[in-house]
């Protein structure tokens, strides 16, 4: 930064199509990450490094209509402007679909409030090739009713690290579910998680395992089971990537 | 056909995001058709060699949530058993929605009495990556009224070569339109089109020209000159190809 030079926080909410990329973060070994392609179309567009926070990174395969970034640039151009020329250089799978400028302070990470997550299904006897990328095909029975009694045992305070793929490590596991609401809508199923965190795969292990209880194969308590002894396999399996997508960061 | 083998009409509901394809039909020197596809799964899972007939060609790139297709076999399989081995075998871009037998004289084209098609446009400041490949991504400003006075010039029955690429022929050009809707749902417009029948290009002709009225561009009257002169040069240009799907056959 150059003296004289005063730093703008850009703040953005962008959606994408998670299908052909390897995820939100940015890899070593690893191309083709949403994090180093909005930060290569941003170095070519206003010719500043940046380096993006977001307010969490999704999984290979993942979707968002509302994930919240930030960045530092020195530019003074226009925000509607920068927004215009980073969506015409961006593939059209990502969309910056909002931008403004905040404080100096703010951090899409550390103050996100709470997050919405969205896993839809399609439970029919046929597929559906307008949603084959956004919806997890379900050709078996689902016992809705069961699925919804079961989710009522995640609401609340809970230590969920039977409901993570993370390694051991000494960061707390401890998160809240505000609600989860599994609404059926003909042969499309959303269930909808609000929470003011989420482990590493925890929306996909909590998906499968309600998938599971839904189709017979679990009995409900292993939610508490697996809730109270941080087991992970005592939970269903991780259900798979492209169902979810990131709907709202809440600050 | 074997003697003492009686054959059986078999038709089906067909849905298909086009966006891979060459189109509908089968052609001699360009692969990858909708129809050669299915073609070739059904003689894979019923061992039989069949000639689809369909409702009518999709251009490529076109959609359809209800194309209507028949074929004579001489399987004896329950028809749920075919569909289910067919939609297992089938890329998941497309999908047996339903089947049926019918009368040995129902034929999908010949039959069909009128079709609706739906032709979407995303309207906002910024694209969308959900339905970029189903809807045409217009970003400047539409004016809706203007093009519903116009689309109502379009109602009843006319000569549409001036909406049509096809070729000079001796074929009427002859066509009803019984209702043409333009429908906007926030950023979403929708352009729904009746009628008995459509010329080659027709729809997506009608599109751009509602489009160029809407942008401005060209005045309502060039619809009542292009449908009394059935001169194409007097239209609008031809609206691109994925905003376009064909919902439904009525016969």
Redesign the interface.
């Known amino acids: 930064m150059r003296d004289g030079f005063k730093m703008r926080n850009i703040k953005m909410i962008v959606?994408?199509?998670g299908s052909r990329y390897n995820g939100w973060q940015r890899q070593k070994n690893s191309p083709n990450t949403i994090q180093e392609l909005i930060e290569n179309v941003i170095h070519d567009c206003i010719k500043e490094k940046v380096t993006i926070i977001s307010s969490g990174r999704t999984d290979a395969g993942v979707?968002a209509y509302g994930q919240v970034i930030n960045f530092n640039v020195q530019s003074t151009l226009p925000l509607k402007e920068i927004?215009r020329v980073i969506?015409i250089a961006l593939p059209?799978?990502?969309?910056?679909?909002s931008i403004e400028e905040v404080g100096e302070r703010f951090h899409s990470r550390y103050n996100a409030k709470s997050k919405i997550y969205v896993y839809k299904i399609l439970n029919s006897d046929?597929?559906?090739?307008?949603i084959?990328k956004?919806a997890y095909?379900c050709p078996h029975d689902l016992d809705i009713e069961k699925m919804k009694r079961a989710a009522r045992l995640f609401i609340g305070q809970h230590n969920f690290n039977g409901f993570s793929s993370a390694k051991a490590s000494n960061k707390s596991t401890e998160r809240i579910i505000y609600s989860l609401d599994i609404v059926q809508n003909g042969e499309e199923i959303e269930i909808s998680y609000h929470g003011n965190g989420f482990l590493y795969n925890m929306v996909r292990i909590m998906t499968g395992t309600l998938i599971e209880i839904g189709l017979r194969k679990l009995p409900e308590d292993v939610i508490t089971t697996a809730l109270k002894t941080g087991e992970r396999q005592v939970a269903g399996y991780t259900a798979p990537p492209h169902g979810l997508v990131l709907a709202e960061v809440k600050y």
Chains 1, 2 share one sequence.
């Open positions: 959606s994408y199509d979707h927004q969506n059209n799978d990502i969309a910056i679909k046929v597929h559906d090739p307008f084959r956004y095909y």
